[in-house]
């Protein structure tokens, strides 16, 4: 074990993202050390890398799509091994005792922990986290290609599996993005007829490569009105990160069909009562999922091709990739290698 590593950490409020050398320590109780070969970057890491919350604590180290070795162990670390190969995403942690992680919702956990929000996060030649967050990657699955399983594949992968369609129904996904990428493939490999929405028609052929049977430019049409003319849809996953154009697309669902947000902003979202209930709409939204459930993901991916398409840019580059993604440049997921 080397004494330091590098991380890409915001060292004051509003700094700079930059190099900063750290020392490494060996973890301890149920913590596990990795060795961090790749990191994604997500829509949530431009708020961390800001760094401008009240009570932010300093170092900030962004990053919680992370994928690498396991290096260390803590001396309380029950069945992982050095050497093993692991992820860890959004759900970095949970008290494990509370109702909801006693009913196996640890995501919902009160104390749910976060890389980079409860931690030092990935972006960084190392990261220590608790061993129930971990995620054992399948074989078949690259290092790089697994990060992103982390949150934008899980969240997607639940938010279309768990909707309960019929058979051969009709999903949509609005937003051809990080999210909305991962959100197409996984509803054309469950089987389900996939429209892909984005604004522009740039998106259209990369979409129809991913598997999207449908394509609607929201800029040339209204997407709501788009879909009700292809007979609507049995479930909208919404992962734009602008929840302004949800009315009108609630009115694209089917009698009892549902919309999923998955992507938000700041912003409320309006619908007609009498609308959601005479036609028995569904407007829900859904967070993240465990280490099972990411492995769950993972391991369908491993089976169907599903991957996600990737910029791979080096670790010291993390400020431009932030500066990439808040200008909507990335097709569709940067990940930051360590090597």
Same mark, same amino acid.
């Given at each position: !074990? @080397?004494?330091?590593?590098?991380?890409?950490?915001?060292?004051?409020?509003?700094?700079?993202?930059?190099?900063?050398?750290?020392?490494?320590?060996?973890?301890?109780?149920?913590?596990?050390?990795?060795?961090?070969?790749?990191?994604?970057?997500?829509?949530?890491?431009?708020?961390?890398?800001?760094?401008? $919350?009240?009570?932010?604590?300093?170092?900030?180290?962004?990053?919680?799509?992370?994928?690498?070795?396991?290096?260390?162990?803590?001396?309380?670390?029950? +069945?992982?091994?050095?050497?093993?190969?692991?992820?860890?995403?959004?759900?970095? +942690?949970?008290?494990?005792?509370?109702?909801?992680?006693?009913?196996?919702?640890?995501?919902?956990?009160?104390?749910?922990?976060?890389?980079?929000?409860?931690?030092?996060?990935?972006?960084?030649?190392?990261?220590?986290?608790?061993?129930?967050?971990?995620?054992?990657?399948?074989? $078949?699955?690259?290092?790089?290609?697994?990060?992103?399983?982390?949150?934008?594949?899980?969240?997607?992968?639940?938010?279309?599996?768990?909707?309960?369609?019929?058979?051969? $129904?009709?999903?949509? /996904?609005? $937003? #051809?993005?990080?999210?909305?990428?991962?959100?197409?493939?996984?509803?054309?490999?469950? +089987?389900?007829?996939?429209?892909? #929405?984005?604004?522009?028609?740039?998106?259209?052929?990369?979409?129809?490569?991913?598997?999207?049977?449908?394509?609607?430019?929201?800029?040339?049409?209204?997407?709501?009105?788009?879909?009700?003319?292809? +007979?609507?849809?049995?479930?909208?996953?919404?992962?734009?990160?602008?929840?302004?154009?949800?009315?009108?697309?609630?009115? =694209?669902?089917?009698?009892?069909?549902?919309?999923?947000?998955? =992507?938000?902003?700041?912003?409320?979202?309006?619908?007609?009562?009498?609308?959601? /209930?005479?036609?028995?709409?569904?407007?829900?939204?859904?967070?993240?999922?465990?280490?099972?459930?990411?492995?769950?993901? !993972?391991?369908?991916?491993?089976?169907?091709?599903?991957?996600?398409?990737?910029?791979? !840019?080096?670790?010291?580059?993390?400020?431009?990739?932030?500066?990439?993604?808040?200008?909507?440049?990335?097709?569709?997921?940067? /990940?930051?290698? @360590?090597?």
């Amino acid at each position: !074990m @080397t004494d330091t590593h590098v991380t890409m950490a915001v060292t004051e409020p509003l700094g700079a993202l930059s190099p900063s050398v750290t020392r490494t320590s060996s973890p301890t109780g149920t913590w596990v050390r990795v060795s961090v070969v790749a990191s994604g970057v997500c829509n949530a890491d431009i708020a961390t890398a800001a760094a401008t $919350g009240d009570n932010t604590d300093f170092p900030v180290v962004p990053g919680h799509e992370i994928a690498g070795v396991v290096a260390e162990l803590g001396d309380r670390v029950e +069945g992982w091994s050095v050497g093993d190969r692991v992820a860890v995403g959004w759900f970095g +942690g949970s008290c494990g005792h509370c109702a909801y992680c006693r009913e196996g919702d640890v995501v919902h956990c009160a104390e749910r922990k976060v890389p980079g929000l409860s931690y030092p996060g990935g972006w960084a030649q190392s990261v220590t986290v608790p061993a129930d967050a971990l995620v054992r990657v399948p074989d $078949g699955l690259d290092l790089v290609d697994a990060a992103p399983f982390g949150c934008a594949g899980v969240t997607t992968f639940n938010a279309v599996r768990r909707a309960g369609i019929r058979p051969g $129904g009709r999903v949509a /996904v609005f $937003g #051809i993005g990080g999210l909305g990428h991962f959100a197409v493939q996984f509803a054309s490999a469950l +089987g389900y007829e996939t429209v892909a #929405i984005a604004r522009g028609g740039d998106r259209e052929e990369a979409s129809r490569a991913l598997g999207a049977h449908h394509y609607i430019d929201s800029s040339a049409r209204a997407p709501g009105a788009a879909l009700r003319q292809l +007979g609507g849809a049995d479930l909208i996953v919404y992962t734009a990160s602008s929840t302004a154009p949800v009315d009108e697309l609630l009115t =694209g669902l089917r009698t009892h069909g549902q919309l999923t947000l998955v =992507g938000v902003d700041a912003g409320s979202v309006t619908v007609p009562a009498a609308r959601l /209930v005479m036609n028995g709409h569904t407007l829900t939204g859904h967070l993240t999922g465990s280490a099972r459930e990411t492995e769950e993901a !993972m391991r369908f991916a491993v089976v169907t091709g599903v991957r996600p398409v990737v910029e791979r !840019m080096p670790l010291e580059q993390a400020a431009e990739a932030v500066g990439r993604l808040r200008g909507g440049a990335p097709r569709f997921r940067t /990940v930051l290698e @360590t090597a």
